[in-house]
């Protein structure tokens, strides 16, 4: 913008426009944007993953802020639960001393007996629904019951599913493994960071690919250099026990030495070479 444009549009309070030149830079900009995204949308799952992976792997651009995100997440969790459990527990505490300060109870124990034993309560209980002292101990003894087989009931539901747990962590376990055949779940499990993304409902594979980035990259490149040299061994002994192009089994025989022990390794060399060519060689 020129600077004679910028002074008029401070002067009226009007958004002057750009010079020519800022135009084609902003054209420029985005069509390098526009050629970007274009390129990004070819790309296939397999190659965002990879790109993905190298922003957020070790030494990648966002590794340390998706470390920082992750570990929030985890935290973020536990403290949850925690807070829960201790907001209860202060509740029922808070319950249970004014009900000992009441009966003068130094314990639990104490203080069920104290209320077994207080007569005004329980006719106070009785006659405010109608039925007799017997009835409502009856009555309280059987909520009594249900409360306690509900709880049982609550703890049978809660090791189904710790069991359906196992069951559905072991399977993970055998899919990660197929994947990655060095993965030991006893040895993951001595992350915290691995157990507490299961606990979360992070899929086992995720988990673990994420705790071993690193490892598992270096895996990856040992087993793809141990196969690219089985494969040349290969190849080299293909190639060296194959026939020479033209030699047919009418190739003409030779006999040599019977004790193949007595040679020279000059000798050894040129019988390798003659086999080599397709000519039947035997000892005679």
Do not use: H
Not at 15 to 41: F, I, R, W
Not at 49 to 56: G, W
Not at 105 to 123: R, T, V
Request: proline residues 2%; hydrophobic residues 40%; glycine residues 8%.
């Amino acid at each position: 913008m020129s600077e004679a444009a910028a002074a008029t549009a401070v002067n009226t309070g009007v958004n002057a426009a750009p010079d020519a030149g800022e135009q084609v830079t902003g054209v420029e900009k985005a069509s390098d944007a526009g050629g970007q995204t274009q390129e990004q949308a070819k790309e296939t799952p397999e190659q965002r993953r990879a790109r993905f992976d190298a922003l957020i792997g070790e030494g990648g651009e966002f590794a340390d802020l998706y470390r920082e995100e992750r570990q929030k997440a985890v935290n973020g969790g536990i403290a949850r639960g925690k807070a829960a459990l201790e907001k209860t527990m202060k509740a029922q505490q808070s319950v249970l001393d004014l009900l000992m300060a009441r009966y003068g109870a130094k314990d639990l124990a104490q203080l069920k007996e104290s209320i077994n034993a207080d007569a005004d309560w329980w006719q106070s209980y009785a006659t405010s629904r109608g039925i007799s002292e017997q009835q409502a101990r009856e009555q309280i003894a059987l909520q009594a019951e249900m409360d306690a087989m509900k709880r049982q009931s609550d703890a049978e539901e809660g090791e189904r599913r710790y069991r359906a747990q196992m069951e559905a962590w072991g399977q993970q376990a055998q899919e990660v493994q197929a994947v990655y055949p060095e993965f030991d779940l006893r040895a993951a499990m001595q992350s915290e960071d691995f157990k507490s993304m299961l606990r979360i409902g992070v899929n086992m594979r995720t988990a673990y690919e994420v705790v071993n980035m690193t490892a598992i990259k270096t895996a990856v490149a040992e087993r793809a250099t141990k196969d690219a040299e089985a494969r040349l061994a290969a190849s080299i002994r293909a190639n060296g026990t194959r026939p020479v192009e033209g030699a047919t089994s009418g190739q003409p025989g030779s006999t040599v030495k019977s004790d193949p022990s007595k040679m020279t390794k000059d000798e050894m060399n040129d019988i390798m070479a003659r086999v080599a060519r397709g000519e039947r060689v035997s000892f005679g």
